[in-house]
C-alpha cells in the first residue's frame, strides 16, 4: 500500500521509528509474534478495501490507519472461554473510544457496541466488523466529484505507545498485604462466563466513580455512580482517611464492598450516610 499524499494529524505524538515498539506491549509478548507486525495485519482486498483476520485464538495486535488524512486507532483482543470465544474490538478516533463486542457461545454469536463514522466532503470509511476480520472501505459519496489526489486511501502504520484503548491505567501493587490496584483504580468484581461483567472503583479528576459493565449474547450496559469531589470528602471522613489519600479511599471501598452485588452494596451505603451521587447508565 503506498503512503498517501494528504498528511495526517497524529494524536499527541510523531509516528514511531522503531517498527517492534508494540512488542514492549506485556499482552503482545504472550502471544504469537506476528500479531505485532502491524504491516503484516493488512490485506487489500481491492484498491479501494483493506482487510484485517483475527480467526485465530488467543489474538491481540494494535494497529493504527491513515484514511484520507483522517487518523483511526484499533485493537483487537480476542480469547476462548469454556462455553466459546469473546472478541473485542476498539476503535479510538478523535480521541474517544468505540468498543464493540463479539460473543460465540455454544448458541450462533452476536455483538454489540458500534464502530465510529467517519467521513470527508466527498467519501465515507464503511466499517465492517464481521466474526473474524474487520474490513474498511473506500466509499465515495459524491460520484461526480471524486478526490484525484488520494489514489491508495489507506495507510497503515504502527500505532505510537502513548495510545490508548482503556480509560484506566496499568495495575500496580501497594504491597503484600494490601489488594494489587491500578493507578486511581481498584477492581470490585470480575466474572466471565456467558456474560462478561467487570465493576471498578476509580478516580476521574477530583470525581469517584465506581461502574458495573455487563456483556451478554445479546445486550451491553454499563452502569455508573458519580459521587464529586466536594462529596467524595463525605467517604474520608466515614472511613476514617484524614489526609484525603485517594489509593487509601480505593482500597476502604474494596474492602467494604467487592464482590458479586458490590455496586448495589455501594449505592446502599451512599444512600443509608446521605451522601450525593449521580446516577447514571450507557446502552
Known amino acids: 500500500m503506498k503512503t498517501p499524499q494528504k498528511k495526517a494529524k497524529q494524536e499527541n505524538t510523531a509516528l514511531p521509528n522503531n517498527p517492534q515498539n508494540n512488542a514492549k506491549d506485556v499482552e503482545t509478548k504472550a502471544l504469537d509474534a506476528t500479531t505485532s507486525q502491524t504491516q503484516n495485519l493488512w490485506t487489500n482486498k481491492s484498491p479501494k478495501s483493506i482487510e484485517l483476520r483475527c480467526n485465530t485464538l488467543p489474538f ?30 476498539t476503535f479510538r478516533y478523535n480521541n474517544k473510544l468505540y468498543p464493540c463486542g463479539l460473543l460465540k457461545w455454544n448458541w450462533p454469536g452476536s455483538g454489540s457496541g458500534s464502530p465510529p463514522e467517519i467521513s470527508t466532503s466527498n467519501y465515507k470509511l464503511e466499517i465492517v466488523v464481521l466474526v473474524n476480520n474487520v474490513v474498511l472501505k473506500d466509499v ?31 495495575s500496580i501493587s501497594l504491597g503484600p498485604d494490601k489488594p494489587i490496584i491500578e493507578k486511581n483504580q481498584v ?38 455512580v458519580t459521587v464529586d469531589k466536594n462529596n467524595v470528602e463525605f467517604l474520608f471522613k466515614e472511613f476514617k482517611i484524614y489526609d484525603a489519600n485517594k489509593a487509601e479511599l480505593l482500597i476502604a471501598i474494596s474492602n467494604a464492598f467487592r464482590g458479586e452485588d458490590c455496586f448495589e452494596k455501594f449505592k446502599k451505603y451512599l444512600k443509608q450516610n446521605k451522601i450525593p451521587f449521580e446516577n447514571s447508565v450507557r446502552r
Open 60 to 89: 491481540y495486535a494494535k494497529t493504527s490507519v491513515n484514511w484520507r488524512g483522517q487518523i483511526i486507532h484499533i485493537r483487537i483482543k480476542a480469547e476462548k472461554t469454556e462455553y466459546g470465544w469473546v472478541r473485542l474490538i
Open 140 to 170: 465515495l459519496i459524491k460520484p461526480y466529484e471524486r478526490d484525484g489526489k488520494i489514489e491508495h486511501p489507506f495507510e497503515i502504520f504502527t500505532t505510537p505507545e502513548n495510545i490508548v484503548f482503556d480509560k484506566r491505567k496499568r
Open 187 to 224: 477492581t470490585l468484581y470480575e466474572y466471565r462466563n456467558r456474560v462478561v461483567i467487570n465493576s471498578y472503583a476509580y478516580f476521574e479528576a477530583e470525581k469517584l466513580i465506581v461502574d458495573y459493565w455487563k456483556l451478554s449474547n445479546s445486550y451491553e450496559d454499563e452502569y455508573f
